[in-house]
């Protein structure tokens, strides 16, 4: 598989910067298009108060009205897609470095593998499961297992356009969350999480696996992920055939 870097960064960058914005739009954010992406609020200090899929030229003032209306810290997620004169803007208006991301991406396998045993226990979330689904997301993301009376810091809607939240099961059980949205033939496979107690038995692989399926049957070509650096989610994604496509770097001010 070979991409061009600067069309597919545009590509991908643009897909996630859509899908953040349906989600924000459900949870009653306000969003702020800048460089062909958006800046996403949901409320002071949240954290996912961000910019993303900045592809296009940003002028001063543009970014200034960005902090204003985020806030601080104000956050951008940036690509090696970015117009290159926005790394010196970010510099004289005092950005520092914030965290790291690589993105992963693979061809949409055609046609999707038979889904084996193990998998069958993984399936869509039903719309009245949101509140399950929320809580294993964020038990999963807390190392907690006691998932069945956590508090979510913030919930993702089950009925957004074009996007499903997937449930794992053990024993009868949920075990594992992560959702797929798909936005232009883009498979965007994101939320990943897996309870402690039920890591070790390839859920992860399982629930990408049943994700790239879906996405297969509903005509994308293409599926891309984001991780931390040398975590368990980035060993899952390479396993299922996913490579680097880039990195990504958080610059925050504020």
């Not at 005092?94 to 992963?104: A, N, V």
């Amino acid at each position: 598989m070979f991409h061009n870097l600067s069309c597919l960064a545009r590509r991908l960058e643009r897909a996630q910067a859509l899908q953040n914005e349906r989600f924000n739009r459900a949870a009653g954010g306000q969003s702020l298009p800048v460089g062909g992406g958006f800046a996403h609020f949901r409320g002071a200090a949240h954290p996912l108060n961000q910019a993303l899929g900045l592809v296009e030229p940003v002028a001063e003032a543009e970014l200034a009205a960005v902090e204003a209306f985020l806030g601080a810290p104000t956050v951008l997620e940036l690509s090696p897609g970015a117009d290159p004169e926005l790394w010196p803007l970010l510099a004289r208006r005092g950005y520092r470095l914030h965290q790291f991301q690589q993105l992963w991406v693979r061809d949409v396998p055609d046609p999707p593998r038979p889904i084996s045993a193990p998998e069958r226990g993984i399936r869509p979330a039903r719309l009245e499961e949101a509140r399950t689904y929320n809580r294993i997301v964020a038990a999963g993301f807390l190392e907690r297992d006691d998932w069945w009376d956590l508090e979510p810091p913030f919930e993702a809607a089950l009925d957004v356009l074009d996007a499903w939240g997937f449930l794992a099961f053990v024993d009868g059980e949920p075990a594992g969350a992560a959702m797929l949205g798909i936005v232009d033939g883009v498979a965007l496979l994101s939320g990943d999480a897996v309870l402690p107690r039920c890591r070790g038995q390839g859920l992860q692989q399982a629930l990408i696996r049943a994700r790239l399926a879906l996405a297969k049957e509903r005509g994308c070509d293409l599926a891309c992920a984001s991780t931390a650096p040398g975590t368990a989610s980035q060993r899952s994604y390479e396993a299922c055939g996913f490579h680097v496509a880039y990195p990504k770097v958080e610059m925050a001010r504020g």
